[in-house]
Nanobody
Framework: VQLVESGGGLVQPGGSLRLSCAASGFTFSDYYMTWYRQAPGKERELVAVITSSGGSTNYLNSVKGRFTISRDNAKNTVYLRMNSLKPEDTGVYYC??????????WGQGTQVTVSS
């Protein structure tokens, strides 16, 4: 089983990034997919979740209207489009595969730094 994130980097406030998470080794379309983030000295927090079909999504309040989670089950990939980035969005972003309310698999994380 692998979850491999990509797309992180350094961006100025107000900028955009698109994170990708490529999955392999399990039946991707059976799992809800999540994006979490962890800032230095803080606990990991759930940023966004998408159902197995992609028909429903939910977001952390502070990112609503700025971030969009999506998935392509044919490509076994989940995405996080992040617009209007703020310094407080800085952190390591992790994708997770969830089933039966439990995160079964985690990616290794990708760093997002929002700074001028």
């Amino acid at each position: 089983v692998q979850l491999v994130e990509s797309g992180g980097g350094l961006v100025q406030p107000g900028g955009s990034l698109r994170l990708s998470c490529a999955a392999s080794g399990f039946t991707f379309s059976d799992y809800y997919m999540t994006w979490y983030r962890q800032a230095p000295g803080k606990e990991r927090e759930l940023v966004a979740v998408i159902t197995s079909s992609g028909g429903s999504t939910n977001y952390l309040n502070s990112v609503k209207g700025r971030f969009t989670i999506s998935r392509d089950n044919a490509k076994n990939t989940v995405y996080l489009r992040m617009n209007s980035l703020k310094p407080e969005d800085t952190g390591v972003y992790y994708c997770g595969a969830r089933r039966w309310s439990e995160t079964k698999y985690w990616g290794q994380g990708t760093q997002v730094t929002v700074s001028s």
